[in-house]
């Protein structure tokens, strides 16, 4: 019954609504806070293997899911208490490096890991090959739709007023009474939850996960990009941009797959460069 | 009356630098005090150790009968000290509003709502700024910006009040403006410190005025017995008094 | 004696990371930039000394000579063009666009000379030279010294000559130094040209030693962070400092927790020292 356009398409959707995941997320700690993470590929990778592992060890997957999403939230927040106090560049360079380290642990972990082996994720028993599509196109649909929530819950309560106030100015949002630690890592777990939880989704939709998969940069540099492109702060601008981004990336890639991240590059340059509305309406500290 | 603020031997070193050493000071509920000093007197670091700027290097803090001393600015805003800025501070791309509200969000105990923003917009009433309660708090002019703070201050629901310098850069009017304001709040039975370097503004408004050199406490006393105090006209007021008094 | 050994190892590995740190620090310290494209940088000098060994027998050493030059223009050019535009932009958008010039780089690599390992063999081999039990390879020892000699003349160039003191000027006070006459763009301009100079000259001393791909530049960009947060940013000594601390400490880490740990290791010392003392070991302010 289904045919190959159909897959094309769910295989599009579920990557939009994954993509959609990492930059709401993203815009938690870089748009709300105005802290310039570089940590997303090392939530997601965390919550690949976190979930891959789980499986391995036979718990059900949907219950592995959710414990990557715990195992992710408990290292933001262990990671955010360490790295907060950080600004601007030494903020960026941390988080940065943190993926890097993950990757080697992860690596050195071959027993429970596989190492560079990668590790395979037992296949859900389903009537086809469209069904576990479906499924999982659903199953991030799922993520996305939880993530959304959070971010309208945010926005509307004193934590998303909270880190509006430290975006803007952190030390008088301090004087005026916003525990700023705390809030500044309650943004860098939500922004590491789903991201968590879409990792293991991720793993178990493509049954296979090695280290330079889902430890890669460019899982921290393209939410950034797609927030830059819809706007940052925003209720949907996240969501166009990752809508966007996914468009202009299916482009070069199905066209151009030998200069494809030097493309993504150039759309990088040209963004920094020549939208300053976007950029002006995107006010993150310099220091 | 109770005390409110004590401070007792209260020490700030930044490396070899003795920005307050040893001070004494107690504030009684209800009080207005002027504190004064040559620039460099250690008048805003005081201010930083009430507010948990910088915690103090010897000493203790106490506020309300409770000891303060190692307090984060956040804690000490939400125990209700309020502090306004020399160099004022507001959130940008904020609206006016949005910024008193944050006030009396977080320092000030509401809840996240309506409520906190009636409350807002009644400080900025008082303070006579409801008519730019929609602009966005970068556009405002200096004196605006000024009573912004007072606004935010207010919203705090402070039992303690710090003024740094409210009136440095305000022409004649405005500060007249400031001073009725100020009076309204201490009437309010809000305590209050204030810096300043106007003397007329000091000894207009203050119960008691409170003398800081190279970061000691010369003189304490009412306004007119630290006019006359001989200590006090050699370290700083003859000339400045001189000044003012033209 | 083994601990000699790894201690020479050290030392040697030490040399060449403070070559490759002090034009990412300078670049860091004055501009407030860093400068993601400066592992993309090293990898193109290695290219540069490969083939003018391959095609016309050049020996690396010789080829500094054209890639300092070469480097310190292409990088002059770029800051002019492009990075300037952003250079008051807070810190995601200038380490965006250098992010984004680095994919292109390192897919312009990829495509002019494949993701293939080259490597430059030098005939006849230079041998060893052994102190004792302790041997050290002397091309090692030969590119060491080079790097610490770069290094040297980067330091003697910024505090003795006119142009460096701009520089060095420009570090402490921008507003002061323009003050004072300074062009401000001309002396960032100058800056990003001497890390890049420094950049592609230790990519000429590189490719003597290990095999030259367009993706090892990450592995350099890794080496230059570690560096400039151990030693502190925009200065020579700290640069200095920190590479030869980052060389011991992953020769020991090699010894102790095997080779394959060395650079995470390198990554956790890094985040341990931002989390401790973010002005670095020589404790100089840098810019946050």
């Given at each position: 019954m289904p045919t190959g356009v159909d897959a094309y398409w769910l295989r599009l959707g579920t990557t939009m609504l994954m993509y959609g995941v990492l930059a709401m997320s993203w815009n938690f700690i870089?748009?709300?806070?105005?802290y310039p993470s570089f940590a997303s590929a090392a939530f997601f990778g965390l919550g690949a293997y976190a979930g891959a592992v789980a499986q391995k060890y036979g718990l059900p997957m949907v219950v592995a899911w959710s414990l990557a999403g715990a195992v992710a939230a408990l290292f933001a927040a262990a990671l955010g208490f360490a790295l907060l106090r950080l600004r601007g560049h030494y903020f960026a360079i941390a988080s940065l490096v943190v993926a890097e380290v993950l990757r080697e642990i992860v690596n050195s972990a071959t027993n429970l890991t596989g190492g560079g082996m990668g590790l395979n994720i037992p296949v859900p028993q389903m009537a086809s090959i469209a069904d576990q599509a479906r499924f999982f196109y659903y199953a991030m649909l799922g993520v996305a739709v939880l993530a959304f929530g959070a971010v309208l819950v945010t926005q509307r309560s004193r934590l998303g007023f909270g880190l509006r106030c430290i975006q803007q100015n952190e030390s008088a949002a301090d004087m005026l009474g916003v525990n700023t630690t705390l809030y500044k890592v309650n943004a860098f777990i939500l922004s590491g939850v789903f991201v968590g939880v879409a990792g293991a989704v991720y793993a178990s939709w493509v049954h296979y996960i090695e280290p330079p998969d889902v430890f890669d940069v460019l899982y921290s540099i393209k939410p950034i990009v797609m927030v830059l492109l819809g706007g940052a702060g925003t209720l949907f601008g996240p969501l166009i941009g990752a809508a966007l981004f996914l468009s202009l990336e299916e482009l070069v890639w199905r066209n151009y797959l030998s200069v494809h991240t030097g493309v993504l590059g150039l759309l990088i340059v040209l963004l920094v460069l020549f939208l300053p509305k976007g950029i002006l309406a995107f006010r993150l500290r310099r220091t | 009356m109770t005390t409110l603020l004590q401070l007792s031997g209260v020490s700030r070193h930044f490396g070899g630098l003795k920005?307050?050493?040893?001070l004494d000071l107690s504030v009684d509920r209800g009080e207005v005090i002027g504190l004064i000093g040559p620039n460099g007197a250690g008048k805003t670091t005081l201010i930083n150790l009430i507010t948990g700027v910088h915690p103090a290097t010897a000493g203790t803090v106490r506020f309300a009968g409770e000891d303060v001393t190692r307090q984060q600015p956040w804690q000490a805003a939400r125990r209700g000290i309020a502090r306004t800025f020399q160099i004022v501070q507001p959130f940008p791309e904020m609206t006016v509003l949005e910024n008193v509200t944050a006030a009396a969000l977080f320092a000030g105990g509401l809840a996240y709502g309506e409520r906190a923003e009636a409350a807002a917009l009644e400080h900025l009433q008082f303070v006579g700024l409801a008519d730019v309660a929609g602009k966005r708090a970068s556009t405002l002019t200096l004196a605006m910006r000024k009573r912004l703070e007072l606004a935010k201050g207010l919203a705090m629901n402070p039992k303690l009040l710090l003024l740094d310098?409210?009136?440095?850069?305000?022409h004649s009017t405005e500060i007249d403006h400031a001073l009725a304001l100020i009076r309204a709040i201490a009437a309010r039975g809000v305590t209050i410190l204030i810096i300043e370097h106007l003397m007329k503004v000091v000894l207009n408004l203050c119960s008691r005025i409170v003398v800081l050199h190279h970061g000691e406490l010369i003189a304490s006393g009412d306004p007119q017995s630290i006019v006359r105090d001989p200590r006090v006209v050699q370290a700083y007021l003859g000339r400045r008094y001189a000044d003012a008094s033209h | 004696m083994l601990t000699f050994q790894i201690l020479a190892n050290g030392l040697v590995l030490g040399g060449l990371y403070a070559c490759i740190a002090s034009g990412f620090s300078l670049v860091w310290g004055v501009l407030?930039?860093?400068?993601?494209l400066h592992g993309s940088i090293i990898v193109l000098g290695g290219y540069l000394a490969f083939f003018a060994h391959a095609k016309l027998g050049i020996h690396p050493f010789l080829s500094i000579l054209v890639a300092a030059p070469l480097f310190y223009a292409a990088g002059y050019v770029l800051q002019r063009t492009l990075i300037n535009r952003m250079i008051a932009a807070p810190v995601l958008l200038t380490l965006s666009l250098t992010f984004g010039l680095d994919l292109m780089a390192q897919n312009g690599m990829l495509l002019a000379f494949t993701a293939d390992f080259r490597t430059l063999i030098i005939e006849p081999p230079l041998g060893v030279l052994a102190l004792g039990p302790v041997v050290i390879p002397i091309d090692r020892l030969l590119a060491m010294l080079l790097a610490l000699a770069l290094t040297g003349l980067l330091y003697l160039l910024l505090s003795r000559s006119r142009i460096g003191r701009a520089v060095v000027a420009v570090r402490m006070d921008r507003e002061a130094a323009a003050l004072m006459g300074v062009s401000v763009k001309r002396i960032y301009a100058v800056t990003f040209g001497l890390g890049a100079m420094m950049a592609g000259v230790s990519g000429t001393l590189l490719a003597m030693i290990y095999p030259i791909s367009p993706l090892t530049g990450t592995v350099y960009l890794g080496k230059a962070f570690v560096v400039c947060v151990l030693g502190g940013l925009g200065s020579v000594p700290g640069a200095m400092v920190g590479g030869i601390a980052l060389g011991i400490v992953e020769s020991f880490g090699a010894l102790w927790f095997g080779p394959e740990n060395a650079a995470t290791l390198s990554f956790l010392l890094l985040i341990v020292v931002l989390l401790v003392?973010?002005?670095?070991l020589l404790g100089r302010k840098g810019y946050e």
């Open positions: 870089g748009g709300m806070a105005g | 920005a307050v050493s040893s310098e409210v009136n440095a850069g305000l | 407030n930039v860093i400068n993601i003392k973010p002005t670095g």
